[in-house]
């Protein structure tokens, strides 16, 4: 069932929380609320995406690429 809910407290960021129909539940921290707003419709939109992709892959593939980004700028490696 799809759920969200877009929350502010006082000196924080906007606090997106949204639930795709499959039931997986996301969380993310805007400056605006427009952008909350534009997150969790894009969220629903790519829902079939996300549920059919490997997560593992997909987070081994990120940080493959931040590392590849820290040795460009000539950052030390994460050990």
Do not use: P
Not at 3 to 21: L, M, P, R
Not at 64 to 73: H, M, R, T, V
């Amino acid at each position: 069932m799809r759920d969200f809910s877009i929350t502010k407290n006082k000196g924080e960021w906007y606090n997106a929380k949204v639930t795709d129909s499959y039931g997986n539940s996301y969380q993310n921290w805007f400056e605006h609320a427009h952008e909350a707003n534009d997150w969790i419709y894009y969220i629903w939109d790519k829902e079939d995406w996300f549920n059919s992709s490997n997560s593992q892959e997909l987070l081994a593939n990120a940080v493959a690429e931040l590392a590849k980004i820290d040795k460009e700028n000539n950052i030390k490696a994460i050990i």
